[in-house]
């Protein structure tokens, strides 16, 4: 079996940010991983589904859920544009993921600015992988909501 680099999924997230960008969606995607194996691929979908909750890591993890057959993700590693928002924190703690890798931090809304203790315990996290590119597209993305 071929190994991936972290680079490797977060690069697959990127693209799925992409298309978030291009349906004029924030752009976050995500991609789920287990056993080295992308399983499910998401974005934000807030404004194509009217619903709030359509982050990309909430549809990744259902999206796994489903392919997997199982509501516990303990062998599966989100990989993710953004830091998690508390929702997806929260979603994350009880799908009880394996880990969590995500490109740029979010100051205003992550996660780790609000509290801690948000994570599974056993959750592995490794943030700031291709930070640059993630943070360049959301950058992008806000100038142009800004003209």
Not at 105 to 117: A, H, I, L, M, T
Request: contains cysteine; charged residues 20%; aromatic residues 8%.
């Amino acid at each position: 079996m071929e190994l991936y680099t972290p680079e490797y999924f977060m690069n697959e997230a990127l693209k799925q940010a992409k298309m978030a960008y291009e349906e004029g969606e924030i752009p976050v995607g995500a991609v789920m991983v287990c056993r080295n194996r992308v399983i499910a691929r998401a974005y934000n979908q807030t404004e194509k589904l009217t619903d709030v909750t359509a982050h990309a890591e909430i549809l990744a993890i259902t999206a796994a859920s489903d392919a997997l057959g199982a509501k516990y993700l303990t062998e599966c590693e989100l990989y993710v544009t953004l830091e998690p928002c508390v929702m997806c924190a929260g979603a994350s703690f009880w799908a009880q993921l394996g880990g969590i890798h995500f490109a740029a931090s979010d100051p205003r809304r992550g996660y780790s600015n609000v509290s801690s203790g948000l994570l599974h315990p056993k959750t592995k996290v490794s943030k700031g992988i291709m930070q640059a590119e993630a943070k360049e597209l959301l950058d992008s993305f806000f100038e142009q909501l800004r003209k």
